[in-house]
T-cell receptor, first 111, second 114 residues
Framework: DAKTTQPNSMESNEEEPVHLPCNHS???????IHWYRQLPSQGPEYVIH???SNVNNRMASLAIAEDRKSSTLILHRATLRDAAVYYC????????????FGKGTLLTVNP | GAGVSQSPSNKVTEKGKDVELRCDPI?????LYWYRQSLGQGLEFLIY????????KSGLPSDRFSAERTGGSVSTLTIQRTQQEDSAVYLC????????????FGPGTRLTVL
């Protein structure tokens, strides 16, 4: 299985940017990088995904290293509602249907 | 529009009983996935449906677990002869196509086996 490595936890202050790192040194050429987050007592929520180029959407930005062995999810201005577990996941193989969730990073946002 | 719904939201059962968990995906979504999440753990993939067929059942932990999907819509996950280690939150997700990046997750069913 393709693996990712994330810090267990991170802390941020409200209205400051947050950079959540993810290492995926064994990524293969067809693997997409997906980010999901899970708020307390809820199912996971899709955040963003990318292959090679940096991506932006209304929720976040995804910066992908040139060698694709790491990526960073960027929340531009953290809010209290962004407190959640953030999962960095590789979509395995060409089909990309099987997403294996690890333990993720628990983000705490301080007021 | 309506999201993915799951029922029941909570289920408490006795060891050895059978349980059925239901998932109603978003209308028109052809792909459906079941995961489970044990306390403090990440999500564990169980099974994936494309339409009514299940190309990948590799995550089902034992032959006590089975799932079906009918009419390309509702799916039922059945656990026979439940054990205490089956206690977890069972999450269902759907997506428009199997290789699409966005999975829309339901709120989950919390199963407790006494």
């Amino acid at each position: 299985d393709a693996k990712t490595t994330q810090p267990n936890s991170m802390e941020s202050n409200e209205e400051e940017p947050v950079h959540l790192p993810c290492n995926h040194s064994t990524i293969s050429g067809t693997d997409y990088i997906h980010w999901y987050r899970q708020l307390p007592s809820q199912g996971p929520e899709y955040v963003i995904h990318g292959l090679t180029s940096n991506v932006n959407n209304r929720m976040a930005s995804l910066a992908i290293a040139e060698d694709r062995k790491s990526s960073t999810l960027i929340l531009h201005r953290a809010t209290l509602r962004d407190a959640a577990v953030y999962y960095c996941i590789l979509g395995e193989g060409g089909s990309n249907y099987k997403l294996t969730f690890g333990k993720g990073t628990l983000l705490t946002v301080n007021p | 529009g309506a999201g993915v719904s799951q029922s029941p939201s909570n289920k408490v059962t006795e060891k050895g009983k059978d349980v059925e968990l239901r998932c109603d995906p978003i209308s028109g979504h052809t792909a459906l996935y079941w995961y489970r999440q044990s306390l403090g753990q990440g999500l564990e993939f169980l099974i994936y449906f494309q339409g009514n067929s299940a190309p990948d059942k590799s995550g089902l932990p034992s032959d006590r677990f089975s799932a079906e999907r009918t009419g390309g819509s509702v799916s039922t996950l059945t656990i026979q002869r439940t054990q205490q280690e089956d206690s977890a939150v069972y999450l269902c997700a759907s997506s428009p196509i199997s290789s699409g990046p966005g999975r829309f997750f339901g709120p989950g069913t919390r199963l407790t086996v006494l």
